[in-house]
Every structure is written in C-alpha cells, then in structure tokens.
C-alpha cells in the first residue's frame, strides 16, 4: 500500500507550477475558488478527494491493473554464503530492519 503525504502533495504543486498551470481565476465573478478548483486538481492526480461538505480527504481505491499476474523474481546469493538457509524478509520491517 502506497502512502501518500503532504510532501507528494506539495511536490504535485510544484510540477504544476513549473509546468504553467498557475492559479488563475477562471471569470471575472470567480473571486473565491479558483485556488481551491486548481488544489483540487493536484489531489486528484494523486487519487485523493477532498469533499467540502464533510471536510474530509479521502483516497480513491484504483485496480491494479497487473493483480494476479505472475512476477519473476531474481535472487543472488554469494558464494560463501551458499549453504546458509534463505527466508522472506519481515513483512512488518524495511529493508533496514526498521519498523515500518
């Protein structure tokens, strides 16, 4: 599971701004949400949804699209550690041995 912050946000917002879609009001009358309309568009790309009404953001739920396909998996071993047993990493700790 992806998870996503306020930095993958904040650089979304960045890209969009050096790629020139600035804030700019869509017509003379809109004076009130045209920062909200083109934040909004930055959640989305990111699959998340803020709801004005319950002021809540929340993630869109997207298919893998590669769910149940068979993946090859490569594994290097060194010569001198070829009789040790081989077992799956802790699912709950990174790669470093850190609690996730």
């Not at 003379?28 to 998340?48: C, G, P, T, V």
């Not at 739920?61 to 081989?86: C, D, E, I, M, W």
Request: charge should be positive; aromatic fraction near 8%; include cysteine.
């Amino acid at each position: 599971m992806t998870t996503t912050t306020c930095l993958d946000v904040f650089a979304r917002c960045v890209e969009a701004v050096n790629g020139g879609e600035l804030i700019e009001s869509a017509s003379a009358r809109d004076k009130e949400f045209h920062f909200q309309d083109w934040f909004q568009k930055r959640l989305e790309s990111l699959n998340l949804f803020f709801d004005l009404r319950s002021n809540r953001l929340t993630a869109d739920k997207v298919p893998n699209p590669n769910a149940g396909a068979s993946h090859r998996f490569a594994a290097y071993r060194l010569k001198t550690q070829a009789n040790k047993q081989v077992s799956m990493a802790d699912v709950a700790k990174g790669t470093n041995g850190v609690e996730v």
